[in-house]
T-cell receptor, first 110, second 114 residues
Framework: GQQLNQSPQSMFIQEGEDVSMNCTSS?????WLWYKQDPGEGPVLLIA?????ELTSNGRLTAQFGITRKDSFLNISASIPSDVGIYFC??????????FGGGTRLMVKP | KAGVTQTPRYLIKTRGQQVTLSCSPI?????VSWYQQTPGQGLQFLFE???????NKGNFPGRFSGRQFSNSRSEMNVSTLELGDSALYLC?????????????FGSGTRLTVV
């Protein structure tokens, strides 16, 4: 399947900081999905984007569907400790299959 | 509304053995997809079943197989286990008719092959 390049791979956050991560692809996607995975659990859908240029919010999370349809961004404002986890971007291809980015691991600054 | 249930949660098997994992989707969902998650390869699509038929298949060897029953519950089987099959196996449930709500994943089965 297509590859999604997600960056950064990991980052440390301090409570109250804003966080940004992005996902790029060499292929066009018609849908972008953002998931969060906590340790020992399956990914949970945070935001779904369906139209190029679309900006969607879910509480402190905001995601954008890039105008070229080859990228997407996720921002978390005023981070809190429970934001720790791994965030994945994903895009469907060839029907009902998802390809995932490598993930961005959010950790708390000691 | 019950979520996606995967059993067992943890499994330890020996090389060469076979294993069967189970997934019960959200009520009313007809599509079950399976993914393998490893630190090295990330999340990779295995296959999707829709109304008891395999609709899509990822790039995995024939040792990986699955099936879906009339109540939409799905099983996946891995035969002749190899050390590299150690992974978190996730199943995901969806209506299978468009991607408007993404998937709902189960908590996964952690398989360790020794």
């Amino acid at each position: 399947g297509q590859q999604l390049n997600q960056s950064p791979q990991s980052m440390f956050i301090q409570e109250g900081e804003d966080v940004s991560m992005n996902c790029t692809s060499s292929s066009i996607f018609n849908t972008w999905l953002w998931y969060k995975q906590d340790p020992g659990e399956g990914p949970v859908l945070l935001i779904a984007l369906y139209k190029a240029g679309e900006l969607t919010s879910n509480g402190r999370l905001t995601a954008q569907f890039g105008i070229t349809r080859k990228d997407s961004f996720l921002n978390i404002s005023a981070s809190i400790p429970s934001d720790v986890g791994i965030y994945f971007c994903a895009g469907p291809y060839a029907g009902n299959m998802l390809t995932f980015g490598g993930g961005t691991r959010l950790m708390v600054k000691p | 509304k019950a979520g996606v249930t995967q059993t067992p949660r943890y499994l330890i098997k020996t090389r060469g053995q076979q294993v069967t994992l189970s997934c019960s989707p959200i009520s009313g969902h007809r599509s079950v997809s399976w993914y393998q998650q490893t630190p090295g390869q990330g999340l990779q699509f295995l296959f999707e079943y829709f109304s008891e038929t395999q609709r899509n298949k990822g790039n995995f060897p024939g040792r990986f197989s699955g099936r879906q029953f009339s109540n939409s519950r799905s099983e996946m089987n891995v035969s002749t286990l190899e050390l590299g099959d150690s992974a978190l196996y996730l199943c995901a449930s969806s209506t299978g008719e468009g991607f408007y709500y993404g998937y709902t994943f189960g908590s996964g089965t952690r398989l360790t092959v020794v």
